[in-house]
């Protein structure tokens, strides 16, 4: 097991710069999204150079599957209402898993007035971290592949794409498509050709307005400094005394770690890991048992290895509809039964071999929910 002991203690250091780049949940709508904290050239993602280095020395000692670095989770929410309205949140009906999520509201419009008010699902912020590994690694995703879907009253409905560019909570849309930089600079290939194609005196102003910032994440080079925030919108009629059910269903952008601090091992020498896990997703005596367990239980001439996945769900993206939420229902499923979940809710309740359900009346959510999930392989011991 000294090579267990070994990987366990490097994939901690690993885990531990991924969740100092945990990335922040999206802001209501008055105010720009936050962007996950920078990771500076050295940084793959989330993850340092060095940090990564000190993992891959020992790659020998780790099964092939194991050789990958960690991600942060991206927190999404749900649907936004204009603030002002007397709309009551009647009902929400919450499924959380890896591979899906599925949310039910039922809306109620209390007055004698039909009320036609702004709908918005928000994206959250393009991470400066991910936007590094396309500039350097040359990796491009489709960042608004959410495969994104949305019922009204049982009927698709479509929602109009609204992008602004922000600096912090500063809307600078109109600055930029002035400058003639390119909006989505980060799709440019390359986009520091677009930067060094201006004049002198025109790069000086860009500079000057604060469009322009040297970031060295960037290798040095002066780079755009806005961000993009989308938001997908639509008017909806919300018909006198009555309520409407508003479905909407997402493919969630995970985040997670082959390795963590969860190892004996590594809780020894690490204390301050088991109270990180603590903090953010709950961990308790049981659920750690469950973990020794898991790790303890490998056949003869075979090791458990075991890895992470991260999701998290803005619980009150904008909360601008009228009361608490009558009725709340969620369910967590965790993929697997053998799979390991833990999250901050009290009241929990096993409903299936791998779902957990909470329910609430009169609820008034705060925070964004962070869950996590451990998954167990076994593996032929390396000689």
């Known amino acids: 097991m000294t090579g267990l002991r070994l990987c366990s203690a490097a994939w901690a250091r690993v885990f531990r710069q991924a969740r100092l780049c945990h990335l922040a949940p999206p802001k209501p709508h ?23 280095a000190a993992a891959l020395a020992l790659l020998p000692l780790i099964p092939p599957a194991l050789a990958n670095d960690s991600e942060a989770e991206i927190g999404v929410g ?32 209390p007055s004698d007035k039909d009320i036609r008010t702004t709908v918005a699902f928000p994206l959250p912020g393009q991470p400066r971290g991910m936007l590094w590994q396309w500039f350097e690694l040359q990796q491009k995703h489709d960042w608004k592949d959410f495969a994104y879907s949305t019922k009204v009253n049982g009927a698709p409905v479509s929602f109009r794409p609204i992008e602004l560019a922000v600096i912090g909570t500063r809307d600078v849309t109109n600055e930029v498509k002035a400058s003639g930089l390119p909006f989505d600079w980060y799709l440019d290939e390359p986009f520091d050709k677009s930067v060094d194609a201006l004049s002198e005196e025109r790069r000086a102003a860009l500079i000057k307005q604060g469009l322009l910032v040297k970031d060295e994440s960037f290798n040095g080079v002066y780079v755009p400094a806005w961000d993009v925030a989308t ?25 997670g770690s082959v390795g963590g601090g969860l190892y004996p091992s590594v809780r020894k ?18 659920f750690i048992a469950g973990v020794d367990r898991r790790l303890t239980s490998a056949k003869p001439g075979k090791s458990v290895y075991y890895g992470e996945t991260w999701l998290t769900y803005v619980l009150s993206p904008g909360a601008n509809w009228n009361g608490p939420i009558r009725d709340f229902r969620m369910v967590v499923d965790k993929g697997a039964p053998e799979n390991l979940v833990s999250f901050c809710m009290d009241g929990v309740k096993k409903i299936a071999p791998t779902q957990f359900e909470v329910r609430k009346k009169d609820f008034t959510p705060k925070d964004e929910l962070r869950i996590l999930i451990l998954k167990f ?3 032929d011991d390396v000689d």
């Open 78 to 109: 749900g649907i936004v209402l204009k603030q002002g309205t007397p709309i009551i949140m009647a009902s929400e009906d919450l499924f959380l898993s890896e591979d899906k999520v599925r949310v039910t509201y039922r809306f109620e419009n």
């Open 377 to 379: 392989d076994e593996y």
């Open 269 to 286: 020498e690490n204390p301050q890991f088991l109270k990180d896990y603590e903090e953010v997703w709950c961990t308790d005596r049981t």
């Open 231 to 255: 938001w997908f919108v639509r008017e909806q009629l919300f018909p006198a005394n009555s309520t409407i059910t508003v479905e909407h269903e997402y493919k969630p952008i995970l985040g």
């Open 30 to 52: 008055n105010s720009a999204p936050l962007w996950g904290r920078t990771p500076r050239r050295t940084g793959v993602t989330c993850v340092t150079l060095a940090a990564l």
